[in-house]
């Protein structure tokens, strides 16, 4: 099936371009995808299908483009920017419609937070460019300065669990540094990254500066790493999918910087505030556990393990399991039928290992469809594959502890080292833990606190490098020393 440039397909009342988004114009490929919606498997539409062709127009598009972006400087690309963010905020009920019938996230959570943030991801970094110093200094007669030039054209590449809040995450600073970009969103749900080219128009960003490929990973996304002519190539997705990109990175000598997958723990100690820990634990359902940052190990003290266990069974009770479009639902469907099965798939592996279900490990009975319980084994062996692997469904694994020197051991026997939270009512334990825990952010007695300021990322194979404030800019600028002798 070819889509037509100038389609658009109906999606919660939003009309979406099927097409990609180059150089300014709306353009068509003679290969499509299907996109299913998760909510209720029915088709949403099909949508262009990019290969190289389609990633050279884009990157030359960003090319051409890039000269006079690069040019503005911060002020001047700040007020594209700024107008760009105020019309994706504009936007926020529509992007939040298609947002969840694509990926099937919560309706309400979308509106009131997730669409906001894709928003402010881009002021933000519009205005922090604006701020960045550099340095500069004077050492045995020679003046010393770093500057923070742009680096090109940076290629984006993003996954469905949030696709717009994720893909604004790097659009943001790539733009505000001085670069062009080419994303490619996620296959399985494209369309709020289409309606952010819109946006971008509105906004009169001008012509190559954001460009849209969509299409298969393994071939509009490999097409894109594979460019010769892109700088940065800024990836958030699984550790098999970034092995790939790192190796074609290394071989081109192109920085890479790599958000990947995680198995965060979350421990819990006997003088925390134990409600707010059993919340917390029962909220790692959100998004149905596709969340890279989810502490998906509970690790409990061993005095209080039993009561904190009947806390989270009553309270997993209580979770609204449906459609996310309906207001009382906490917890909506997994993304597709593939996935769906690699989630059955580490369930049934867990049982057959060995491990107890305490409560869920199956599909909605009233539901159907992709409605997977929300899950909790207790009793694993240590073997078992679900303390390794990161299952990215509702899922969580409960274990116990007897003293601080083997909750450590525990949070960390991980390959990954995304995240980790900690619930303890002493300051002292809490550092103590926390300087001993790898992972890239360590939460305590709180959770998913985010400023964007901050870095973020993964340790271990969670990933490589760093983004937010300064450190996006590390990432997406070229860092030009200059010693001037006068
Ligand atoms: P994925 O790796 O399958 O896909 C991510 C993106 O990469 C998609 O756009 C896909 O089309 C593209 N892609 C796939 N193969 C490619 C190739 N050979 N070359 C170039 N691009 C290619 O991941 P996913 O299933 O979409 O996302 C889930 C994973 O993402 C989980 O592991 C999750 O933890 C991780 N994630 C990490 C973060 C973070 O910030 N660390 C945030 C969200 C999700």
């Not at 998760?38 to 190289?52: C, M, Q, R, T």
Request: proline content about 4%.
């Amino acid at each position: 099936m070819v889509t037509k440039s100038s389609e658009r397909i109906l999606i919660a009342n939003v009309l979406v371009s099927p097409a990609h988004y180059i150089g300014g114009q709306r353009v068509s490929s003679k290969k499509t995808f299907t996109v299913i919606s998760p909510i209720d498997e029915s088709v949403l539409g099909e949508v262009a299908a990019g290969g190289e062709k389609e990633v050279d127009e884009a990157v030359s598009a960003a090319l051409k483009a890039y000269p006079e972006w690069a040019a503005l400087g911060p002020k001047g690309r700040g007020v594209y920017l700024r107008r760009f963010a105020d019309i994706v905020e504009s936007r926020v009920e529509e992007l939040a419609a298609v947002e969840t019938a694509s990926n099937g996230s919560l309706l309400e959570s979308g509106r009131l937070r997730v669409m906001k943030r894709a928003a402010y991801n881009i002021r933000f970094f519009a205005e922090w460019a604006e701020t960045l110093k550099g340095k500069s200094w004077e050492s045995n007669g020679t003046q010393y300065s770093v500057l923070y030039q742009p680096s090109g054209v940076s290629a984006l590449i993003t996954p469905w669990n949030a696709p717009l809040m994720l893909t604004t995450w790097k659009v943001g600073p790539a733009l505000a540094a001085g670069n062009t970009v080419v994303v490619k969103p996620p296959e399985w749900a494209p369309f709020t990254c289409s309606l952010l080219a819109d946006c971008a128009e509105e906004a009169g960003l001008p012509a190559g500066v954001l460009n849209i490929v969509q299409g298969i990973g393994e071939e509009a996304g490999a097409a894109l790493t594979q460019h010769s002519g892109i700088s940065r190539i800024s990836f958030t997705g699984s550790v098999e999918t970034g092995r790939i990109i790192g190796k074609v990175a290394a071989d081109r000598i192109v920085p890479a910087s790599m958000e990947l997958g995680g198995k965060s723990p979350l421990v819990v100690f006997a003088d925390s505030d134990f409600e707010a820990a059993v919340k917390t634990a029962l909220g790692q359902y959100d998004n149905a556990g596709q969340v890279c940052l989810a502490g998906t190990r509970i690790l409990v003290e061993e005095s209080i393990a039993d009561k904190f266990l009947d806390a989270m069974k009553e309270g997993a009770k209580k979770i609204v399991l449906g459609d996310p479009r309906n207001i009382e639902t906490d917890v909506g469907p997994l993304i597709t039928r593939e996935h769906f099965m690699r989630v059955q798939g580490f369930v049934e592996r867990a049982k057959k290992q060995g491990a107890t279900v305490a409560y869920g490990g199956k599909v909605s009975e009233k539901l159907g469809g992709l409605y997977f319980e929300p899950t909790l084994f207790v009793d694993i062996p240590e073997h078992a594959e679900i303390l390794k692997e990161e299952v990215f469904g509702p899922v969580l694994t409960f274990q116990t502890f007897r003293t601080e020197e083997e909750a450590i051991e525990m949070a960390n026997n991980t390959e990954y080292g995304l995240a980790a939270t900690v619930f303890t009512g002493s300051a002292e334990r809490a550092q103590r833990v926390r300087s001993a825990i790898i992972g890239g952010t360590v939460w305590i007695n709180t959770f998913f606190a985010r400023d964007l300021s901050a870095p973020f990322g993964g340790s271990k194979k969670s990933g490589i490098g760093r983004e937010g404030g300064d450190f996006s800019f590390d990432f997406f600028c070229n860092i030009q020393t200059v010693a001037y002798k006068a």
